[in-house]
Each structure stands twice: as C-alpha cells, then as structure tokens.
C-alpha cells in the first residue's frame, strides 16, 4: 500500500461549504409546507399531572395541534436502553411524553405544532397544566434515604448496584504501609454542542415512508428503535444526515423528540421540523459527569501502589436513558487508569434524582475517574514526600508488560485489556515539554501575587468499540469513486480521513473520493460515530472494502490483459505491471470500469467494481497519555490563570496529524472549560438555574492558553490491519485532573485539599478561606 | 426562543416618542440598542405589550462638551462611539477606560449609553459609573423634563426612578478634574462577563492628604453601592499604605451584597476589599502623577 | 399584533423589499425570508456569536437585532464574503489552518474576523484573542482561528 495521504496532515476537502455558508444543517433543510414544532417542558422537578387544558392554544391562528401523551398513548412505550443495561435499570426508562407525572424540570409534557416556531411557542404559553407539586430529591444522599422515591412503583432511588472486585484488597490494605481515604464530587456538566438539537420529519403517506433529516451519531440503531415505536418497517424509514454542528456524545441518542416529531408529521400528514433552542438544550439534552466517590488507596512506604477501593455514585436524574449505567460504569471501569495497582474493588451505584437525565459526554466517566485517581496519586505523592511525576513513573505500567490485564470490570463482559503502550514514554515526553526539571521548582512559589503550581495528569482510554462496522467503496465512471461509511460525521472530519484512507488503500489520487456518511440508505448497517471508535471501526471497513475493490481490479484487469494479478498493481489509478516502476501504465482505473459491468465478457466475477466490507472486532485498543499543565492562582480572588498546557497523546498510527492536532487543542479546550467554568446547578426545590449562557459559561478564547499537543505513533496497535487507535474523547478526559493537582500544588502552603470540581472563582476562595479560619 | 407578540412603533422623533410613551405607559418597553431587551423579550422573560424603539431618533445621537467642562451624551449614543472618541480619550480618561469592560465589541455597537442606564443591571459598569461621576440625567415626558441625580436614579435591581411615560434623553457627566486619580477594576469569570464584584475609584489628593475620595462598587447587591463610610474615612487624611487598608477593611465590613450561583456573599465581600484596595492604589498612583503635571 | 411592517434593505449588494412581524429577528429574516441560511443560530441572546454579521460597517448579533430594525440598512453576511467561484483570504486561511471542525460557529467568526481587520489591519495575538472573545467554539479551542486571523492580515492587507 502507499502511504501518500495516511498520515500527512491534508486539509479537509469539506471545508469549502462550511466556509462560504453552503452548509446544510438540519434547520437550513426546508420543505414545501413545513409545519414546526415546540415543546411544552415542565416547569417543575417533580409533580403530579392534574390536567392539561389546549383549548386556548388550539384556538391561536396559525396553531395546527397539540399533542399530548393520550395522542401517543397506542404507540408510546418507554425509551430503550442501548447500551451498559445495568441489572435494574430498565425499570426507570422514560416514555417520550409525561404520563400523570413529571421527574425533572424539562421533560416533555406536549408538543405544539404550528405554521411558524413563534407561533407554536405562543401555544406553549397557552396550554394549561395544572400539577401538584411533590417534595423533589436533588442530592444523591438524599436520594439514597428513599424518603422521596422518583419512581414510586419500583420502591427505591437506588436504580442499579453492582461491584468490581480484581485481585485481594483485603490483603493490599493490610500489607500497606499507607492508606489515605478521600471523598471526590464531579460536578454536573454537558457538551453543549453549538447546534443544537433538531429534526425535519417528513412523511409519504401514499408510499408510507418517512424521512427524516437531523438524526446523526448513531442513525442505524435509532432508526431500528423508531421502526419499533412506529412500528413502520426499517426499509421505510429514511434517516439523512445533514451537516452536524458538533455533538460531544450528547446530540444523536434517541430522546423524546425523535419519537414525537415523525409522529407529529405522520398524525399531520405534513412535515414537521422542530429547532430546540439553548434553553431547551441545557435542561432536556443528556447531562453528564455528575460522580461522588468514596476512594481509599493504599502503598508500601515507598509509593509502590498496592489497591485502590471506591464506592461511586452516578447522580442519573429522573429516568435513564439510552446509554444505561455507562457514566458511573464506565468511571469505575478504568478508575486504575495506566497503572499497575494489584487490587481493585469499586461499589458502583446509579441513583436517581429529580434532574435531567444522565448520559454520555466526551470520555463519560473517564475525566471523572482521572480526576479522583490522579488526585489520590498526588496526595499520595505529597505525603510520602515523593515527587508526583517519580511517583508515576514508578506505577505507571511498563511497555514489557504489555499486554497488561486489569481484570474484569463489569460483569458479564471480558476482562478489560491494555494492548500496547509506553505510558513512561507519554509521562517524560510530557514533562520535558513543559521543562518540569526547571519548572518544579516554582511549585507553590508566590511570585507577583500569584501562587503557581504544576499538575499531571496520566490517562488510558478505550477506544474502538465494536463489534463491527461497514463500508462500501464503489467504483463508477468519470473518475469517481465513492466511499459510504456506518459512521456519522459530527465534525470530525471523516472526508477527509476515509478518503485518505481509501485512496492509499486502492492506489487512486484522493481528489477522485467523496465520502457519504450518515444515511440509513447508504449501508444496511452501521455503528455509529461515538467511543472514538471512527478510525479504528469505520477506517479498518474502509481499508477492508478497498482492499477488496483494489483485489477485484486487479482480476478483472488481468482476466482483460492475460495477465495474472499477483502481476498487477494499482497506483495512483492506473494499473501497471508489478515492479515496473518506469513504464506506462497498462490500463487506468477509468478503463476497467466498462470491464466490470454486467454485459462485460472478461470479468469472472461479480458486476461492478465495488465491496461491502465489515470490520470486526470484541476487543477495545487503548489509547494513553500525559497532560501537563502550569497555573498561577490569584489567592484573594480564587482566580486560577492557565499560563501552560501541555498534551501528549499515542494514537498508535495517525491518519491525519493536522485533524488529531485539531482535535487535542479543541479536547483541551473543551476540558478547560468545563473545568474552570461550566457547571449544571440545581436550586434545592429541582429547579435548573443554569439555562443559559449567561449563567452556564463556556470557556472563550481568553480562557484557553497556549496549548502544546505532542503526537505520538510509539505504540500502533496490534489489534487491527491499520494498526491505529482512537483519538477523539481522551484530548479533554485528563483536564480535570491535570488542573486540580496544579491547584492543590499551587495553594499547598495553605493546606488546600483539592477534592471537588468546578475550579471556580468562588470555590478557590472558599478554600483558602476555610485554611486561614483555621489558622 | 423566539419574542411574544407585540405593537410596534418607530417615532420619528423624540416628540412623537414621547407621545407614544404616554400613551402606552406601563404596557410599553423602550427598544433602545436592544442587547439588554431582546434577550429578555427572546427567553419571554419580558413581554411587553409595545415596545417603541427609539433608534430613529437621531438628536439622541451626540457626545457634546459644554462650556463649563460638563460633557453631555445623548442617551441614544451608542457605546461604540464613545469608545472611538479621540476627544473622550483625552479628555476622560476613567470612562475610555471602562467602556471597553463593557461586554463584547459586537454588543457595544449596538449597545447605548442611556440604555444600559436605564436597564439598570446591577452587574453592570455604566450605571456604577455615573454614581461615580455624580452624574446627572435628563428625563422626560411629554408632559414635563426633570433631572434626577445618578444618587437617586439606581432604586433596587434593574429598578430606576424612570416613570413609566418617561424617557432617559441625556446624560451629563461633570467636568473631569484633571486632578483625579482614577481606577476601575472588576473580578468576572471570563472577559467581558458581568463583574462578579466590580470598583470605581475616584480620588483627589493634596499634598499627598486625602482631598476627596469616591468609592462605588458593583455587581454586589441590588444597585451600585457607594461607600461613604470608607470615603470618609479617607478624606482628609494622608493616602498611604495604613489608611488604603482601612478603607478597604471597612468597604469589605460595610458591604452586605448577594450570593448567586456564581458567588457567595462572603466572597463578594473578601473581594470587594481586595478590589478597593488595589483600585485606591492605583488610583492614589494616578493622583500623584496628576499632581505633578 | 401580526401586523406587518415594510422594510428596504440590501444584503451581499443586493436590495430586498420585504413585509416582516415585528417580532421577527434579523436572524431568523436572513435564514427564512431570505434564505441566506450561512448565518446560524445559537443561543438567541446574544452570547455565542454565531449569528455575528455586518451591518452598516459593524458586527453585530443578529439574534438580537429585530429585522424591522434595519430598514434602510446595507448588511453582509457570509454569503457575501466570497467572490464567486474564489475564496476570500479569510476563508482560505481557516481551511489552511484546520480553523474549523464542525463549522457551526464559522460564519460568526469569519464576520467577526472581517470586520475586526477593517478595522485593525494588522493586529496583535493578544488583539485578535481579544477581539473574537465574543464568540464561541466548541471544537478547535481557538488557538487554530487565531492563528488563521494573523495569517489572513497581511493578505488583506496588500489587497
């Protein structure tokens, strides 16, 4: 294969549209006679549905329906879970409109459907609802006392417990010669992704068909969980991906919108488009993160680390949706992280509360697992008087030891297996980057008003989750050749990088591939784009289907030529005898196309120069690194100032440097943001006061530093043909960590014990307060 | 997010406006440069009847220095404008300063002048301004026109003294003493937010004494607040190091501000003295050097 | 309250007389009645900045302007940046410099852009973070925007 495109930093092909407003986002669609919709949100966390009145805003001109759950009632069965079904927690699941009662501020009560958005939120302000207000439950531990239940009929808020138990920690914790034991909370926060949800349901009712534009990350499985709803056939289910404004593991599962507009559209027998605005946004899209736990760690007197237990808690909100228990699962699952702990046991709760529901956000449950190891790690580190990096390097798993089996972490699944890495390697690259052998020195210095800390961060992260996912590659006339992938592009840049892929694959120039993704018609099955899996999953099938296309010119040119095909090859779209190197070529692709169709007499094969290829794969392949950052705090206004921050990540084998560079700064950004800024905040009676931008804050381009990202392809894994791993989630899964541990190393001299995040103005101060009250 | 319904009007010129005003009164809002109302009108968190805007009214439109070194701006100014002005630079040094604290430039140059006044948001710096400057408002009806001190114009949160039938019209900030020393600062989560806790400080010295002392903070209860008792305090004695932590000890003490989701009152407090003293210092700076000149 | 007012106003050089509601915003005008769907919708108060377009010579937010507001107005969007079948210098910066990702927020920025080098032709770092603190991106981090902002100056400028 030549390697022209796959790892050289192309500048994205889809670019051009995006730049000159030629876009298509799902509210840029428009179709003739478009009715649109909004939804009427309850306004309490938990209450009883007395009545809905639509009388008033029936009678609104220009109002076409109201529907409320006895319209869907025939149809509506709960929301399923699509993935870490935890035992229990199927109990919980949310019907797409309100039955009799209302769990969180924001859950759908009635859609309006009208000739304009203005005029269908007049008809919100005119529906009538009566509730009866219940006492709500805002915190986990109160929701663990069961006094107030979210769901009565299943007598608890406890929704699913389970736990990981890996190795003797019984005996960890006897033989240590150290223990330290600390309470972490994670706080509530999500993507925020700049588009906001939306959806254009259409519906044929001659042919029965329904077409729906908006639907993105996993189109195939919502698809198959509508046809269910609907019970309309998958065939007839038209799901088109338009141009994504970003997604973040938020925008994509199926909530109750992507039930209830193609229902509206099919009811009304008129397209139905419904644009969720950022207020809906913050309080109905999935919230995430949200973790409290309980760790203990335990180490020989000279930092060898020897078990680690945990109880943590997932605050779920009031139902749970389709990704199940995933964010406390999946924060207990690596907890360990890169390094060599013998013992390992977590108690894992998912608790239900009166708040928005829980779901995935960019490494869900791994920014918080960091967080709370890469925090024990340096207290650790500071009482036994150990610097924090040797104290890494010293536990932090050994590339001889790869591949390292941590253990099962879930029950029911297979151990979780580190396959290749040097974390060592991240760790020095990262730390010599940032000139750590200077720069420690400045560890809690005060200079010019401002105490200055440095913190690590050490991460692992799954990437390429399975068990499979399709391409096809397809050769027609005119030089074009076409690429259709499972996965759902969100901004990631998969033109560009399945093209690169495709074309040193097949041998042809990248200007002749365009990428298709996202469409339910393309492909009869798809994986979606989440779990950073894209490149691994969806860029193996692409190398998987070319390969088979390439195979399948190079018969049908030698069954044309009377040639063998182990004599041919084809570079750069033209087929030349194998080794000669100097010579014109034999055929061009565009040649063997007319030898491929189905009236042709030299093709022993089947018609058509194209494949479908499946890649498949159980295991995961893990993706590591460093984050390094430096901070200076301002002790008198709690003010924590980014000054460096250093990222390293191996992916293994990177396709496109410049996309991956994108990608970390972005990553690095985001987890910045998030840790500093963003934050969900519930009033005690359930109410959300963070519904807007001027309350829930994103960080801007005066918040982010100098980012330095270091690349790294020391380990490719071994796992799949392209030898690549995933790099989408983990640029921003270390921040939290990385920050927190150079604050507490900035404030140490005050005693500063840095168990809780956001990193706020006010919570530093608050800190610092509470140290010099003591004093 | 889109607006409830509402009656429309675009006067023409300030009578007809004022017309207009005492006509629909208390159902009506006034659309100056729109980035305080309209998101309030987008989220339905306000829902007037009518709003009126005013953005014809052209002889609202001025930064006009008197005679006696009063500068007069038309509330319709828009920031933008104040902000370019070579002769504001110049002349006020304190309000070129802060202008630009004031949100983004893409709201700025929309923004006005006698509309962040008028929305009165306690966060916000041009109404802690003109209780620093002492400034005066002009404000009509198309019945009478008064005045009202900025000291009597900011009543509780975005609460003024404006009648529902009157319209803000100009703003007149005293002649700048060249004297003054000068400093504003402000603790936000990001650039370009509301101020956590914000300061203005105005100060004079003589001979190095403690002429005359203004000290007003913001973003810490329900309208600009100035500290008198610290102002006080100040006044009269020498300006050093001592009398600069004195002050900000009793601003701190003194101040009873708000806790939000994005501050407590304690901190609120704490930091309105570490504002007040790094804003006197820098401002006792600025005097000094104004004195030598 | 659904009366309709009567407005002029010229958008990428071309006039359109149009009938609107009062309440309808610049916004919503520009992607419905105009179909001019570059300029996007975010947030609808003003904080994110992907609505940001020119108007008369500034930037401004679409979202919080009433499109009854800009009678007589001239307007640019990003529809107006390019010449046909060539990128502006802004533009192919940002392609350049991977300035965008999912490419939401991008108009915004390219207006914003566009607007801050009329008037700062050659900027500062600092000048530039300053000046597109008003809008938000979830994607690139900024760093690669900026960057692609000084890249596009002296372009701009020598034009």
């Known amino acids: 294969m030549t390697e022209t495109y796959i790892g050289a930093p192309i500048r994205r092909r889809e670019d051009v549209r995006f730049l000159t407003g030629r876009a298509k986002f799902v509210d840029d669609v428009k179709v003739p006679q478009m009715l649109h919709a909004a939804i009427l949100r309850s306004s309490h966390a938990h209450a009883r549905i007395k009545s809905i009145k639509t009388t008033n805003a029936l009678a609104i001109p220009g109002v076409v329906d109201v529907i409320t759950f006895e319209d869907i009632a025939h149809l509506a069965k709960p929301i399923p879970i699509r993935a870490y079904a935890l035992p229990g927690l199927e109990r919980y699941l949310q019907y797409p409109l309100a039955r009799e009662k209302v769990r969180y501020v924001g859950e759908p009560i009635a859609v309006a459907v009208a000739e304009t958005r203005y005029v269908a939120e007049d008809a919100l302000d005119a529906i009538d609802v009566t509730y009866e207000v219940l006492p709500a439950v805002v915190s986990v531990h109160e929701a663990l006392r069961d006094e107030v239940l979210v769901h009565e009929e299943n007598g608890t808020n406890l929704a699913a417990r389970y736990s990981i138990s890996i190795g003797d920690i019984e005996m960890a914790f006897r033989q240590a010669d150290y223990t330290r034991r600390e309470e972490f909370k994670v706080h509530r926060h999500t993507g925020n992704p700049l588009e906001t949800r939306g959806l254009l349901a259409s519906y044929d009712s001659g042919r029965g068909e329904l077409t729906v534009w908006g639907p993105t990350k996993v189109p195939h499985i919502n698809r198959a969980f509508l046809s269910s709803f609907l019970s309309l056939p998958e065939q007839k289910i038209h799901f088109i991906e338009p141009d994504v404004g970003g997604g973040f593991g938020v925008r994509g599962e199926f909530y109750p919108e992507d039930f209830l507009i193609p229902f509206a559209a099919i009811k009304l027998g008129l397209p139905v488009k419904w644009i969720e605005d950022r207020r809906e946004h913050l309080m109905a899209a999935n919230h995430s993160r949200d973790v409290w736990c309980e760790a203990e760690i335990a180490a020989r007197r000279d930092g060898t680390l020897l078990g680690l237990r945990a109880k943590l808690y997932g605050d779920m909100g009031g139902y749970i949706r389709t990704h199940g228990g995933i964010v406390p699962a999946s924060a207990a699952g690596l907890l360990p992280g890169p390094y060599r702990i013998p013992a390992f046991e977590c108690a894992v709760h998912c608790i239900m509360t009166n708040k928005t529901g829980l779901g995935t956000l960019r490494a869900p449950g791994r920014y918080e697992s960091c967080f709370i190891r890469e925090r024990l790690l340096d207290m650790v580190a500071a009482d036994l008087n150990i610097d924090p990096a040797e104290l890494r390097l010293k536990n932090l798993i050994q590339p001889t030891e790869m591949p390292y089996v941590l253990g099962v972490t879930r029950r029911g699944e297979s151990p979780t297996v580190f396959d290749s890495g040097d974390y060592p390697m991240a760790l020095k690259r990262a730390l010599e980057k940032i000139g750590y052998g200077e720069l420690r020195q400045r560890q809690g210095r005060y200079e010019e008003g401002k105490y200055h800390g440095i913190g690590i961060g050490c991460y692992v992260k799954n990437t390429g989750r399975g068990p499979f996912e399709c391409a096809r590659v397809e050769v027609r006339s005119g030089n074009s050749i076409a690429v259709y992938i499972g996965l759902a592009s969100l901004g990631q840049g998969h033109e560009t990088t399945m093209a690169q892929i495709c074309a040193d694959t097949l041998g042809v120039p990248i200007e002749q591939i365009t990428v298709f993704h996202g469409n339910t018609d393309f492909l009869p099955f798809g994986g979606g784009t989440n779990a950073s899996r894209g490149t691994v999953m969806g860029g193996n099938a692409v190398y998987l289907a070319a390969q088979e296309v390439k195979c399948k010119v190079l018969t049908i040119a030698g069954s044309y030529l009377g040639m063998a095909p182990s004599d041919l090859e084809l570079r750069d779209g033209q087929v030349h005898g194998k080794g000669a190197e100097t010579e014109k070529p034999l055929l061009s692709l565009e040649d063997v196309v007319p030898l491929a169709a189905p009236t042709s007499r ?27 950052a430096h901070v200076a705090v301002d002790p008198e206004t709690g003010k924590v100032e980014v000054l460096r921050y250093v990222a390293v990540e191996d992916v293994g084998r990177c396709v496109n440097p410049l996309l991956l560079h994108g990608q970390i700064v972005g990553g690095v950004a985001q987890g910045i943001g998030a840790t500093l800024l963003e934050d969900l905040v519930y009033s005690e009676n359930g109410q959300l006061l963070t519904t807007t931008f001027m309350d829930y804050l994103l960080p801007t381009s005066t918040v982010v530093p100098p980012i330095e990202a270091i690349i790294l392809e020391e380990a490719p894994s071994t796992l799949n043909p392209l030898g690549v791993k995933g790099g989408g989630e983990e640029t921003s899964l270390a921040t939290g960590a990385t920050l927190a541990n150079a604050v507490a190393n900035a404030l140490a001299s005050f005693g500063v014990n840095v168990t809780e995040l956001p990193l706020s103005h006010n919570r530093v101060r608050e800190w610092i307060r509470r140290q010099q009250d003591k004093d | 997010m889109k607006p409830a319904p509402f009656e429309y009007f675009a006067p023409q010129n300030l009578p007809e406006a004022l017309e207009l005003l005492a006509q629909y009164g208390e159902e009506a809002k006034v659309l100056a440069g729109g980035q305080s109302l309209m998101p309030l009108m987008n989220l339905r968190l306000a829902r007037p009847k009518v709003v009126i805007d005013i953005g014809r009214l052209s002889e609202l439109q001025y930064i006009a220095p008197l005679s006696n070194g009063d500068l007069a701006v038309g509330a319709f100014t828009r920031q933008r404008t104040v902000e370019r002005s070579d002769m504001v630079q110049r002349e006020h040094p304190l309000l070129a300063a802060t202008i630009p604290l004031i949100s983004h430039a893409q709201i700025r140059n929309r923004g006005t002048i006698g509309g962040s006044i008028a929305h009165a948001d306690p966060a916000a710096e041009l109404p802690a301004l003109s209780v620093a400057f002492e400034a005066e408002f002009t404000v009509r009806s198309s019945r009478n026109q008064r005045v009202i001190r900025s000291q009597d114009f900011f009543l509780g949160y975005m609460t003024t003294a404006l009648q529902p039938s009157e319209l803000l019209t100009e703003i007149r900030i005293p002649a700048w003493d060249p004297r003054w020393g000068w400093a504003v600062d402000e603790v936000s989560r990001r650039e370009g937010d509301f101020a956590l806790v914000g300061v203005i400080v105005l100060l004079r010295l003589d001979n190095d004494v403690c002429e005359k002392a203004r000290i007003v903070l913001f973003g810490v209860g329900a309208a600009p607040v100035r500290m008198r008792k610290a102002e006080e ?47 006197l210092v820098e401002a006792i700076s600025r005097a000094r050097e104004a004195t030598k000149r | 309250m659904s009366r309709k007012h009567n407005i002029i106003v010229t958008v990428n050089g071309k006039t359109y007389e149009r009938s609107v509601e009062a309440r309808m915003t610049l916004a919503d005008f520009l992607r419905d009645e105009l179909a001019l769907t570059g300029t996007h919708v975010g947030c609808e108060h003003g904080v994110c900045g992907a609505c940001t377009i020119m108007m008369n010579g500034e930037a401004i937010r679409s979202c919080l302007t009433l499109a009854v507001q800009t009678d007589g107005s001239r307007l640019m969007t990003v529809e107006g940046i390019a010449r046909p079948e060539e990128l502006h210098p802004l533009q192919t910066a940002f392609q350049e410099r991977h300035a965008l990702q999912c490419g939401f927020c991008t108009p915004g920025f390219l207006m914003t852009a566009y607007v801050f080098l009329k008037e700062t032709p050659a900027p500062t770092e600092a000048q530039v973070r300053e000046a597109i603190s008003g809008n938000i991106c979830r994607c690139t981090g900024y760093l690669p925007i900026i960057q692609a902002i000084l890249e596009a100056a002296p372009i701009m400028r020598s034009a």
């Open chain 1, 602 to 628: 030299v093709n022993p094969l089947e018609p058509g120069l194209d494949a479908t290829a499946y890649f498949k794969s159980d295991n995961l392949t893990y993706t590591y690194g460093t984050h390094v």
């Open chain 2, 233 to 279: 305090m100040l006044s009269g004695g020498r300006a050093d190091g001592k009398a600069i932590a004195e002050a900000a000890r009793i601003v701190s003490e003194d101040l009873e501000p708000d806790s939000d989701l994005h501050a407590s009152a304690e901190y609120r407090k704490e930091v309105a003295g570490t504002l007040a003293r790094r804003s």
